[in-house]
């Protein structure tokens, strides 16, 4: 079994960044890829980017450029850096790592960006 625990969340204004941080404890691999999402009131959950072993990341057209993944296999950690933050991207920011006979999620951190 694994535990993601995501923190970092908060008020921000637009035009702000914030780091928001996902470390995982049990069962870990450090082959696991690991990923973020959100989801806003209303909406599906929608897939950010993803980050391999190796810190290969990739990224959804929605955040590309602005928002950069990155992970430290010595702490189970992985990262994600928000820059030039929107009132749009206030949503509920989930971590998971994703294997082929199972998929992990947190609880969470909630990023609300003011106008």
């Known amino acids: 079994q694994v535990e993601l625990v995501e923190s970092g969340g908060g008020l921000v204004q637009s035009g702000g960044s914030l780091r928001l941080s996902c470390t995982a404890s049990?069962?870990?691999?450090?082959?696991?890829?690991m990923g973020w999402y959100r989801q806003a009131p209303g909406k599906e959950r929608e897939l950010l980017g993803t980050?391999?072993?190796?810190?290969?990341?990739g990224y959804e057209d929605s955040v590309k450029g602005r928002f950069t993944i990155s992970r430290d296999n010595a702490r189970n950690t992985v990262y994600l850096q928000m820059n030039s933050l929107k009132p749009e991207d206030t949503a509920r920011y989930y971590c998971?790592?994703?294997?082929?006979?199972?998929?992990?999620w947190g609880q969470g951190t909630q990023v609300t960006v003011s106008s």
């Open positions: 049990g069962s870990v691999f450090s082959t696991d890829v």
């Open positions: 980050i391999t072993d190796d810190g290969r990341a």
């Open positions: 998971n790592i994703a294997r082929w006979n199972a998929i992990f």
